[in-house]
């Protein structure tokens, strides 16, 4: 971070499809040797398979999806006194979309399966009714925040 001035967001252009900006973050994310076209036509086709399977709009899917995974808070290491502690904090917006998209793309990566469509669009639909990897990694990091609540006068 610089000690002087504010760093400039970089503005991105909403995906062509949609018209979502963060449809066009998700992919930003999922992106791997720069192939960007290969991971469109992915996500295009697993948001396709999600929505069909779920009988939903694909922006419906993919926006609940990422709702749904959001964490609320988390913890932050502190170094007090030569002892560090988990403070919980909460999840700004911006930071929490982010992580959500990570953790989805991480599990869907993960995933035993066939082809990365078959296996994003699992990973939607999971985490568009609330089950799956991605939303147990929430449910963790909130209970890691509630486990540390009592550290959290040291939050400044």
């Known amino acids: 971070m610089p000690r002087r ?11 062509p499809i949609y018209g979502s900006v963060q449809i066009q973050r998700f992919i930003n994310k999922m992106m791997w ?3 960007k076209s290969k991971v469109e036509t992915i996500v295009y086709e697993a948001l396709d398979t ?3 399977k779920l009988k939903k709009p694909q922006l419906e899917v993919f926006q609940k999806a990422i709702d749904n995974v959001r964490p609320l808070m988390e913890v932050k290491p502190r170094r007090v006194g030569g002892a560090t502690y988990q403070v919980p904090i909460e999840v700004p917006l911006e ?18 399966g066939h082809t990365m469509q078959e296996k994003l669009a699992a990973e939607f639909m999971d985490a568009y009714n609330g089950t799956g990897a991605s939303m147990k990694k929430r449910e963790d990091t909130h209970k890691m925040a509630e486990a540390n609540k009592a550290f959290a006068h040291f939050r400044w």
Do not use: C, F, M, T
């Open 5 to 15: 001035g504010n760093i400039v967001k970089k503005k991105i252009l909403p995906d």
């Open 95 to 112: 930071r929490g979309q982010a992580i959500s998209i990570q953790w989805i793309r991480e599990n869907a990566r993960k995933r035993a």
């Open 50 to 52: 999600a929505s069909a």
């Open 33 to 35: 040797e720069g192939k």
